[in-house]
């Protein structure tokens, strides 16, 4: 089941540069995993110890993850994650 | 005459400000900070004999020369719990272009408490977001985001991760064109997060949703930080668009 995971900028360095990325998995916490195991450290910049980091947002297609099952969100085949990034500057 | 006050006069307030104050917009330029030579290639009302200026002052003079007549109001100071209130003081609207996360939340619980209208933007290398919001209506800057990131977390920066010249240009147009529609009634935009990246030349629209749970929109509750909220209306919906290209 792929998964297509577009990136905020900020997080794009740690999947050598990729604006989008595809994993697996039947839930966002799974396809994170997945794609950890791509790049290694890439949860850690997601993830804290209560779960999707408080200046990120992550998106299943349309949807906010906060709005329907966060991490345990169910996916599907073809389904697009956006993690959406708090910037400051101008 | 409706008064905007433009906190963060960089690469953002720069042409923001410009645009509403030909537009006939009153103007309250605030920020701190003196024009350095690193914020020329940016920060468009400033030019090399303005380093070491406030930026305000300079701007201001700026401002002057583009329309004359122009009413432009500098104050040279930070954002601060203990200056917030009277900066935003008989404004009808609030430009948002700072640099730094705790003046953004500063500013939207603010602003939230105040029932002022703001418009949030930000800008770090070939991409910048913009987001209006609306008393009362769809979520808040802190809805979006919650909190600022630790300073351990990645957070993108116009001093971290730099930005290219022309993309605050734009992004702070956008800013005064949605400062434009707010004042003039219309919400249609309030609520949503414009996140444009200029290298691919994509404009993507995030729709997020109001956030039961936020300090901002709790009501008849004093925000942690200070301010008694707005009654919060019912939820807009969040959803997640992708204009074609």
């Not at chain 2, 948002?96 to 800008?123: M, S």
């Amino acid at each position: 089941m792929a998964i297509t995971i577009r990136l905020a900028t900020q997080l794009r360095a740690h999947v050598q540069g990729r604006e989008e990325v595809t994993a697996v998995g039947e839930t966002v916490r799974a396809v994170l995993d997945d794609v950890d195991r791509q790049y290694p450290g890439f949860k850690d910049q997601v993830l804290g110890e209560k779960g999707v980091k408080r200046h990120l947002n992550v998106f299943v297609n349309e949807d906010d993850i906060r709005f329907l099952e966060s991490l345990d969100t169910a996916l599907r085949d073809r389904d697009v994650l956006t993690i959406m990034a708090a910037v400051a500057g101008g | 005459m409706s008064l905007v006050a433009v906190l963060g006069v960089g690469g953002l307030g720069c042409p923001a400000a410009l645009a509403l104050g030909r537009a006939g917009v009153r103007l309250r330029l605030v920020d701190e900070d003196r024009v350095e030579r690193s914020n020329l290639h940016r920060q468009g009302l400033y030019e090399e004999a303005d380093v070491g200026r406030p930026k305000v002052a300079a701007a201001r003079e700026a401002l002057l020369r583009a329309a004359p007549g122009a009413a432009v109001e500098a104050r040279q100071t930070h954002f601060s719990p203990d200056t917030m209130d009277d900066l935003l003081d008989g404004v009808d609207l609030v430009v948002e272009g700072t640099d730094a996360f705790g003046a953004k939340f500063l500013v939207a619980d603010r602003c939230a408490a105040r029932g002022v209208p703001v418009v949030h933007g930000a800008c770090v290398g070939w991409y910048g977001t913009v987001l209006p919001v609306a008393p009362g209506e769809g979520p808040c800057y802190r809805c979006v985001f919650e909190d600022a990131p630790g300073c351990d977390e990645d957070a993108g920066t116009c001093v971290t991760a730099g930005v290219y010249g022309p993309v605050p240009a734009l992004v702070g147009a956008l800013l005064a064109v949605e400062a434009l529609r707010l004042l003039r009634g219309d919400h249609g935009n309030a609520g949503r997060v414009l996140w444009y990246d200029a290298w691919r030349q994509v404009a993507r629209e995030l729709s997020p949703r109001r956030r039961s749970r936020c300090p901002n929109h709790q009501p008849d509750t004093i925000h942690p930080r200070g301010g008694l909220m707005v009654p919060a209306p019912r939820s807009t919906g969040g959803r997640l668009s992708w204009p074609s290209r």
